[in-house]
Each structure stands twice: as structure tokens, then as C-alpha cells.
């Protein structure tokens, strides 16, 4: 598992292809074995995800009858929705790349969405713990949410820019792809696994 000061290097390294400088590349590891290891971003995020499960928890009490209650398979059926959502785009980016003939390019693409996913799950849990303990702060998450979402996508297709070269209309495509069917399939699951909300 990488220590701190790794993940601070690494976290060097986005900011940096963020800036389109290429130096950022020398902070991260886009070996096939640093591939590998970028999943233990799945792990460092886990407090953040924990928030939001339980304040998704919360909210599912919330909208239910008073006698409703939730046990492990609830955050069991969460676990799956998260991995999937995690899993799925990069799985589809494969097959994207692999049509272009970007192959090489696949290491690298899920070094960077991987270690991206860390800083952006604990900005979403900052989001959540604003609605959890700042009464009628919603419209305010919702704009910060708006405000995060575009600063993902501004920093995701730099760094696929920085990765791919100059192919506009294929960076545009990857950065969808990376983005769009999580939150299609985070929706889908969390309804067909019923742990949605109701209302």
C-alpha cells in the first residue's frame, strides 16, 4: 500500500499535469505495476466514503416509514454501487482506447482517474458534511457540487490531453466516458438495489 508521502507525491504529480507540465509525469508511476497500485486510491478514500454512506443511510431512514431500519447488507449493496462506478468507466475507456488503437495509453489513463478519485471523493464528503450540519445549506452544496463537477472535468481532460496529445474530439469523448456513465450507473444501481430514497 503506498504511504502518505507517496500519495502527496502523486497527488504532486495531477497537479502539475493540471498545469499541462510534463514534469508531473515523473511523480507518478504509469508502469502496468503502478496501474495496479493506483487501486489503493479505492482504499485511501474509504473514511470519505464512509461519510457518504452514512449520510446516504440517513437519507434512505429519512424518506422510509419510522419502523424502516438498515443493517450490513444495506452497506453491502452501497460497496457494490461503488465499486461498479469505479470499475465501469475505466473498463469502457479500455475498449475506447483499444477501437483508436490508444492501448499504451491505458496504464497511464487509470493511474491518473484513479489517484483524481481520491481528492475528488473527500471534496464530495466535505460537500455532504455542509447539508449535514449546516441547516437549509442545500442550495449552496448544489452550487459548490456544480462548481466541483466543472473543476473535474476541466482537470480530467488536461491531463487526458496531456497523455493523448492533440485530438480534441477524442479527449472530449474520454473525459465523457470517464465521467457520465458513473453517474448514469451510481443512479441505476442504487434504484435496482433499493437503496435509493423513495420520493
Given at each position: 500500500m503506498p504511504t502518505f508521502r507517496e500519495v502527496q507525491y502523486y497527488l504532486a504529480g495531477l497537479w502539475l499535469?493540471?498545469?499541462?507540465d510534463a514534469r508531473g509525469f515523473q511523480y507518478l508511476d504509469i508502469s502496468d505495476r503502478g496501474m495496479l497500485r493506483s487501486f489503493w486510491a479505492i482504499l485511501w478514500s474509504l473514511p470519505s466514503i464512509g461519510i457518504s454512506w452514512l449520510?446516504?443511510?440517513q437519507a434512505y431512514l429519512t424518506a422510509m416509514p419510522p419502523e424502516t431500519s438498515?443493517?450490513?447488507a444495506f452497506f453491502f449493496r452501497l460497496a457494490l454501487v461503488e465499486a461498479a462506478s469505479w470499475l465501469m468507466p475505466l473498463i469502457?475507456?479500455?475498449v475506447l482506447l483499444m477501437?483508436?488503437?490508444?492501448?499504451?495509453?491505458?496504464?497511464?489513463?487509470?493511474?491518473?482517474?484513479?489517484?483524481l478519485g481520491l481528492p475528488t471523493s473527500y471534496l464530495n464528503s466535505l460537500l455532504?458534511?455542509?447539508?449535514?450540519?449546516?441547516?437549509?445549506?442545500?442550495?449552496l452544496a448544489a452550487i459548490l457540487w456544480l462548481a466541483l463537477m466543472m473543476a473535474i472535468v476541466f482537470s480530467l481532460a488536461r491531463i487526458l490531453r496531456m497523455i493523448c496529445g492533440t485530438h480534441p474530439l477524442f479527449v472530449g469523448a474520454l473525459t465523457l466516458i470517464l465521467l457520465i456513465p458513473t453517474m448514469l450507473?451510481?443512479?441505476?444501481?442504487?434504484?435496482?438495489?433499493?437503496?435509493?430514497?423513495?420520493?
Amino acid at each position: 500500500m503506498p504511504t502518505f508521502r507517496e500519495v502527496q507525491y502523486y497527488l504532486a504529480g495531477l497537479w502539475l499535469l493540471i498545469r499541462m507540465d510534463a514534469r508531473g509525469f515523473q511523480y507518478l508511476d504509469i508502469s502496468d505495476r503502478g496501474m495496479l497500485r493506483s487501486f489503493w486510491a479505492i482504499l485511501w478514500s474509504l473514511p470519505s466514503i464512509g461519510i457518504s454512506w452514512l449520510w446516504w443511510q440517513q437519507a434512505y431512514l429519512t424518506a422510509m416509514p419510522p419502523e424502516t431500519s438498515t443493517g450490513m447488507a444495506f452497506f453491502f449493496r452501497l460497496a457494490l454501487v461503488e465499486a461498479a462506478s469505479w470499475l465501469m468507466p475505466l473498463i469502457l475507456a479500455g475498449v475506447l482506447l483499444m477501437i483508436f488503437r490508444f492501448g499504451d495509453k491505458f496504464a497511464p489513463i487509470v493511474v491518473v482517474v484513479n489517484w483524481l478519485g481520491l481528492p475528488t471523493s473527500y471534496l464530495n464528503s466535505l460537500l455532504i458534511a455542509l447539508l449535514a450540519f449546516i441547516p437549509g445549506s442545500g442550495g449552496l452544496a448544489a452550487i459548490l457540487w456544480l462548481a466541483l463537477m466543472m473543476a473535474i472535468v476541466f482537470s480530467l481532460a488536461r491531463i487526458l490531453r496531456m497523455i493523448c496529445g492533440t485530438h480534441p474530439l477524442f479527449v472530449g469523448a474520454l473525459t465523457l466516458i470517464l465521467l457520465i456513465p458513473t453517474m448514469l450507473l451510481t443512479d441505476f444501481l442504487q434504484r435496482f438495489l433499493g437503496v435509493y430514497p423513495p420520493g
